[in-house]
């Protein structure tokens, strides 16, 4: 499947590094998300972005800051993160966001860790 | 706030066997969906249900909503070893987002060949 992509696909950084993960969706999808996987806990929803507008921060720390420069492209900018922030970071995408019935497509993610 | 409880968290069982896994919410769903993460993968999306007491099937797979559109549940008939990894459920409620999906925590299955 490679409908999403994501890059890097393992990540190590220090807390005081500066990082960027990226996604890119080759569905001609007008939403983008980026989610949380941490063990034992349910994928928590970060950003929502429809059309290159976020329409969802869902009270992330601001050492976390998205970009979506179009529609196939998102990316989330990393610093000063903590140890707790190591997880599997998941981007998706779907057709639209008011839609009641979509499907949202996820990439492979990338597996961080702060050391 | 809403939440969607699954069970169970783990499963581990014979090939052959069958397995099934549950979700619950307080409130009444929208729409619920099932998606399944291999081991070191990704989520997958896997089927959507959306009428109240809905069954669809998929091969060895049997997805239902409830009645009262609150629960749901996931059966696999005679496991196999390639069914292994997590399955999830991801619900939407009624007046909220409909971008928002409450996803449950998964219910890892392991099959021992």
């Known amino acids: 499947e490679t409908g999403v992509t994501q890059t890097p696909r393992h990540l190590v950084m220090g807390m005081t590094n500066k990082k960027s993960l990226k996604c890119e969706q080759h569905?001609?999808?007008?939403?983008m998300y980026w989610y949380k996987q941490s063990a034992k806990k349910p994928l928590e929803l970060m950003f929502v972005?429809?059309?290159?507008?976020?329409?969802e921060n869902n009270s992330v720390p601001s050492r976390f800051s998205p970009e979506c420069p179009n529609s196939s492209h998102l990316f989330l900018h990393l610093h000063t993160l903590q140890p707790e922030d190591s997880a599997l970071y998941l981007c998706?995408?779907?057709?639209?966001?008011?839609?009641?019935?979509?499907?949202?497509?996820f990439g492979p993610g990338t597996r961080l860790l702060v050391l | 706030g809403q939440q969607v409880m699954q069970i169970p968290q783990y499963q581990h069982v014979q090939e052959g066997e069958d397995f099934t896994t549950y979700c619950n919410s307080s409130t009444t769903l929208s729409n619920i969906q099932w998606y399944k993460q291999r081991p070191g993968g990704h989520p997958v999306f896997l089927i959507q249900?959306?009428?109240?007491?809905e069954v669809k099937k998929q091969k060895r797979l049997t997805f239902q909503f409830g009645e009262a559109k609150k629960n749901s549940s996931l059966h696999i008939t005679a496991t196999q070893t390639t069914d292994v990894g997590t399955y999830f459920c991801?619900?939407?409620?009624?007046?909220?987002?409909?971008?928002?999906?409450?996803f449950g925590k998964g219910t890892l299955l392991t099959v021992n060949p």
């Open positions: 998706a995408s779907s057709q639209d966001v008011q839609g009641a019935l979509e499907t949202q497509y």
């Open positions: 972005y429809s059309l290159e507008e976020r329409v």
């Open positions: 991801a619900g939407r409620y009624s007046g909220g987002s409909n971008y928002k999906l409450t």
């Open positions: 569905l001609g999808h007008n939403a």
């Open positions: 249900l959306v009428k109240s007491g």
